[in-house]
């Protein structure tokens, strides 16, 4: 038996984090957010989102970003198997979906964008929180980062949109647009326990293929 994988996925400021505490706090399980900033690749990835004038080619950011994945990948194998649940913050669709959205020679190449994180753990849930635009922009501290331009979050969305893949059981939207907090971790809740995520699991981990 092992713990599952349930991931958060989201635009920035959608309350990604602040599900994410809530469902790990129900699960007993162990939080983990994406990026992880403070690993050594971590660290540049921290650097490139704050401060602007520290520029890599799109490339090499998207890299970075699946390596910090692959820091980690190991210990979360390890975690799931000794029977703790883990709920990720962002993971690998938020890679393809920020870098998607920048276009641009193999920024367009989905294949491209995929290809550094086949072989990660594949969460055994991944619940994607949608809502509008000018809900997100109207929440604390929006507007910091790199990539927090509601132009930008526009086509990014889009991008989360086309790639997430709605035959897939393991995926879920959820429309959380005007809700408040509670009301959201009831939605996402009855996710986890239609799918029996709330107790030991006895299949493998699956992997991205
Ligand atoms: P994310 O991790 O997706 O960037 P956070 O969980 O940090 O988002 O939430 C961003 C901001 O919005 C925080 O100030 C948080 O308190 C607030 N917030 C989170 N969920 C809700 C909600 N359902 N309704 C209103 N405000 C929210
Ligand atoms: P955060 O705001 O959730 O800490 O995420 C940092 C930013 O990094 C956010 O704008 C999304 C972006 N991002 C990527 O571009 N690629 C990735 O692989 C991940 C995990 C995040
Ligand atoms: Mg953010």
């Not at 990835?45 to 080619?57: C, E, G, Q, S, V």
């Not at 690998?92 to 989905?110: N, P, R």
Request: hydrophobic share 40%; with cysteine.
């Amino acid at each position: 038996m092992r713990g599952s994988l349930i991931l958060i996925e989201g635009l920035d400021r959608s309350g990604k984090l602040t599900q994410a505490e809530i469902l790990a706090k129900k699960l007993d399980a162990d939080l983990v957010k994406f990026p992880d900033r403070l690993t050594p690749i971590g660290q540049i990835i921290n650097r490139y989102l704050t401060d602007k004038t520290f520029d890599l080619p799109d490339q090499s950011a998207h890299l970075l970003f699946s390596a910090n994945r692959w820091e980690l990948a190991k210990l979360l194998e390890e975690k799931l198997l000794s029977g703790k649940s883990i709920v990720m913050d962002r993971y690998i669709y938020s890679g393809i979906a920020y870098s998607l959205a920048k276009k641009g020679a193999e920024m367009d190449s989905y294949d491209w964008l995929y290809g550094p994180d086949r072989g990660l753990p594949k969460p055994d849930l991944t619940l994607f929180l949608t809502i509008s635009l000018e809900e997100l922009s109207s929440r604390k501290g929006y507007g910091e980062e790199r990539y927090e331009q509601i132009e930008f979050q526009k086509k990014v969305k889009e991008c989360f949109l086309n790639i997430l893949d709605l035959k897939d059981p393991a995926i879920a939207i959820v429309d959380v647009q005007g809700l408040p907090i509670e009301p959201v971790t009831a939605k996402l809740w009855s996710e986890v326990e239609s799918r029996a995520l709330h107790q030991p699991i006895d299949r493998e981990i699956s992997h991205f293929s």
